[in-house]
């Protein structure tokens, strides 16, 4: 089982900057990738960005050029730096990591961003 642990997310002015963490605990040497995700009210949960164990990063294309996702393993620790945030940001964000064996996945309970015009 693995658990995680979102944190960062609040208010912020369009503009400015946000880092999200997200700490894994439980059985983190299974966990493989690693992910963040964001979710509007009434739609369904959206990649914002992928990492590879080895930190070999993907992102959606709104995100790309703005956020930034990185990982410590030695720390647990998943990270999503937010530059330059827009309204358009605002959502629940939620970490989700994806196990060696039989890829199974776990999600936080989600961080809460709202960027304001």
């Known amino acids: 089982q693995v658990q995680l642990r979102e944190s960062g997310g609040g208010l912020v002015k369009a503009g400015e900057s946000l880092t999200l963490s997200c700490v894994a605990s439980?059985?983190?040497?299974?966990?493989?990738?690693m992910a963040w995700y964001r979710q509007y009210p009434g739609n369904q949960r959206e990649l914002v960005a992928h990492v590879t164990r080895d930190n070999t990063p993907t992102y959606a294309n709104y995100a790309k050029g703005r956020f930034t996702i990185s990982r410590d393993n030695a720390k647990s620790t998943l990270y999503l730096q937010m530059n330059s945030l827009e309204a358009e940001d605002t959502a629940v964000y939620y970490c989700?990591?994806?196990?060696?064996?039989?890829?199974?996945?776990?999600w936080g309970k989600g961080t809460l961003v709202t960027v304001s015009s």
């Open positions: 989700k990591a994806k196990t060696y064996l039989y890829g199974t996945e776990y």
């Open positions: 439980g059985s983190v040497v299974t966990i493989d990738t």
